[in-house]
């Protein structure tokens, strides 16, 4: 297993946002975290990348505690992260922003990472370059990212996560805002990440065309609480998730 989840328990305030969560991520699948707004997996995502902490449990990462340790030690052991709402840097080009994740990657300090524009590191342009052939965005390398519209931008995004070299991409409903077309091709992209470079997918997402044509296995929260994990097909079929969030049809 690349990722467990033990026993992990958060509140705010009187509200139990997660409660004793148990689950595991094996390395090299795709694993979609589904259910209702509410239900807690955004707060999941936020624990596992160190932006929040938990009340109780722990998290493991490749067999090593990860409880304590800061969000950007999480990145540089190989966990990435993307989010709901966008967090790319919509004042630098696109092919900066790829820079700012082959930073953390190369450990050359920020400015040193290609985004001032003297001294700038050839080999980290090639790098960003390639990213950017990667995710389809080659021929959209010198415009401002927040000129992008938003489909690209979450290819940049993920363009940025791949940049930091990770074996653990955590994907926060990347499919939001995306019409049909855009929704395929990155449910395309995101097969190609994990066949092409073995690296392993956590995936928010409510798009359930996307989730059960792409993943491996599925976990349901509700309320908070695991009711079930399964096999798409399985979990298309379950009483207590249909009743919560899929609903008969």
């Known amino acids: 297993m690349i990722l467990e989840i033990n026993n992990v328990s958060k509140s705010f305030g009187g509200i139990k946002a997660l409660k004793n969560i148990n689950f595991s991520v094996k390395e090299g699948e ?8 509410g239900a807690g997996k955004t707060t999941l995502l936020n624990i596992i990348s160190g932006i929040e ?8 990462f490749k067999n090593i505690s990860i409880k ?8 540089a052991l190989g966990i990435a992260r993307t989010f709901q709402n966008l967090e790319i840097f919509g004042n630098l080009k696109v092919f900066e922003n790829i820079l700012t994740g082959l930073y953390l990657k190369n450990q050359k300090g920020f400015l040193k990472s290609g985004i001032t524009l003297k001294g700038i590191d050839k080999d980290l342009i090639i790098q960003s370059f390639s990213i950017l052939e990667y995710v389809n ?29 990770p074996h653990l991409i955590l994907l926060d409903e ?3 805002g995306l019409n049909m077309r855009e929704t395929k091709n990155l449910s395309q992209l995101i097969q190609k990440i994990r066949d092409e470079k073995a690296i392993t997918i956590l995936l928010v997402e409510h798009d359930m065309e996307l ?22 097909l399985m979990i298309q079929k379950n009483p207590s998730v249909i009743s919560a969030y899929l609903g008969e049809d």
């Open 53 to 60: 902490k938990m009340d109780s449990g722990d998290i493991r």
């Open 68 to 75: 304590g340790i800061p969000p950007h030690k999480r990145a």
């Open 137 to 165: 965005l080659l021929n959209k390398k010198d415009e401002l990212a927040k000129n992008l519209p938003v489909g690209e931008q979450r290819l940049l995004e993920l363009g940025r996560a791949l940049a930091t070299d």
């Open 174 to 176: 990347p499919a939001a």
């Open 30 to 37: 795709i694993h979609a975290l589904i259910g209702p707004n």
């Open 211 to 232: 989730v059960m044509g792409i993943s491996d296995m599925i976990t349901v929260l509700n309320f908070g609480e695991v009711i079930a994990e399964g096999e798409p």
